[in-house]
C-alpha cells in the first residue's frame, strides 16, 4: 500500500534579480547525471525536450553560467556547477529522505479514518519501527506493491526497542555484530528487550540479511588510511552516525577493541542520520572518513574498508507472529526475487531472510 501523503524536498535559489529557478530543473539534471544524455533525461521525466532545453536555459540565465556540456554523438555531461547542484540535491535527498518518509507515514496514520474513504485505503493494522537500511527499504516497497498495509517509522535502534517494548510498536528492526561485540550490543538492548521480563514470554528475530559495515572513504584513498586507528590522526575529519544507533554503538566496540575513543577522533560528535548521509558527506569532500554501510559506500563511488559484519533482522512478541501482515511480511522476505534483490546490495546476504530465531 502506498502511503496516502508523500512529502518531498524543493529548494529554490533566488537569485539578485528575485527570480527563483525553474521548478524542476535540480530534478533535471539529476536525471542527465545518470542517463547520460538531455533527450533521455526528459524522456525519464515524462518531459518534452523542447521544455527540458527550456528549464535549462532558464536556470543557465538565472545563475550565470552553464550547467551542461553537449558534444554531438557523446551524450550530455554536467558542469562544474551543474555537478554541485546536483550533489546538494543528492545531499538533501540523503538526510532528509527517511525522515520526511517517516513523517509522512505518521500524518497518514493520524489522518487515516478521514482520507481511507476516499481514497479507499486501508488501515495499517501493524507499526513497524526500525533504523533505517536499505533492505528495510526494499521489504517496505514489495509489501506496498503487494498492497499490505504496514505503518512504518524510522528510528534509531534504541528507540526502536524502547516502541516495541512500551507497546508503540508492533516489530522493532535492530541490528546485531556478528562475534565478540554481540553480547555488547544485547547489553545495551536488555532494558528493553531482556529475559526478565516476567510479562513476556520472550521474543522472536525474523532474519533479514547479514551485512557489512566499515569505513567509507574518498575514491582513490589519498590518505592512506587502513585501519581503524587511522581516524586518530590529528588532520582527519570523521562524520559519525547519531547517538542511540546501532552503528554508532558499533563503531564504540570497534574502537574499545583497540584502546580507542571517540575524543581522539576529530569529528566524533558529528553526525549525520543515515548511512547514505554519510556517504555523501564524504564524496562532497566535506569528510576525509566515515562509518557506515558498504552499500552507502558504493552508490556514492567510495572506496570502502569491511570491518564489521552484523545481521539485520525484525523484533517482535510471539503473540504478533500469526497476524495476517507479519505472515505477509515473511512471505515477502523467502521469496526468491526479493531474495535476489537484497543479495545484490552490496555487502548484503538475504539468503536466509525470512527465518525465525528466539532473541
Known sequence: MSNAIRIRPVWAINTASGSPLPARLLELLVQVQACG???????????????AWDLL?????????????????????????????????????????????????????????????????PAPALRLD???????????????????????RYASTVAAAAALQEGHADIAGLHLPEGPLEAMARARYAPWLGASQAAQPGWLMIHIAHRRQGLMLPPGNSQGLSQLSDLARPELRFINRQADSGTR?????????????????????QSEFTHAAVA??????????????????????????????????????????????????????QDTTL??????????QADEAGELQAW
Open 37 to 51: 544524455s538531455l533527450q533521455a533525461a526528459s524522456t525519464a521525466l515524462g518531459l518534452s525536450y523542447r521544455h
Open 57 to 121: 536555459r532558464q536556470g543557465e540565465s538565472l545563475l550565470g553560467g552553464p550547467l551542461l556540456s553537449m558534444a554531438r554523438g557523446k551524450g550530455s555531461t554536467l558542469t562544474p556547477l551543474g555537478a554541485k547542484l546536483v550533489w546538494a540535491q543528492r545531499r538533501i535527498d540523503a538526510r532528509l529522505g527517511p525522515l520526511l518518509e517517516t513523517l509522512a507515514n505518521e500524518l497518514s496514520a493520524e489522518l487515516s479514518a478521514e482520507l481511507a474513504p476516499s481514497l479507499h485505503l
Open 130 to 152: 526500525a533504523s533505517h537500511g536499505f533492505a528495510i527499504e526494499a521489504l517496505l516497497a514489495s509489501l506496498s506493491a503487494q498492497g499490505v498495509a504496514l505503518e512504518h
Open 249 to 269: 554503538l558499533l563503531l564504540e566496540g570497534l574502537l574499545a577493541q583497540q584502546g580507542l575513543s571517540g575524543a581522539q577522533i576529530k569529528g566524533f560528535e
Open 280 to 333: 555523501a558527506f564524504v564524496a562532497s569532500g566535506m569528510a576525509d572518513a566515515g562509518f557506515g554501510l558498504e552499500t552507502a559506500a558504493r552508490q556514492f563511488k567510495l572506496d570502502f574498508i569491511p570491518l564489521a559484519r552484523e545481521r539485520y533482522f525484525l523484533v517482535c512478541r510471539p503473540s504478533t507472529l500469526p497476524h495476517p501482515t507479519l505472515q505477509a511480511l515473511r512471505q515477502a522476505l
Open 339 to 348: 531474495r535476489a534483490q537484497l543479495n545484490a546490495l552490496p555487502g548484503y
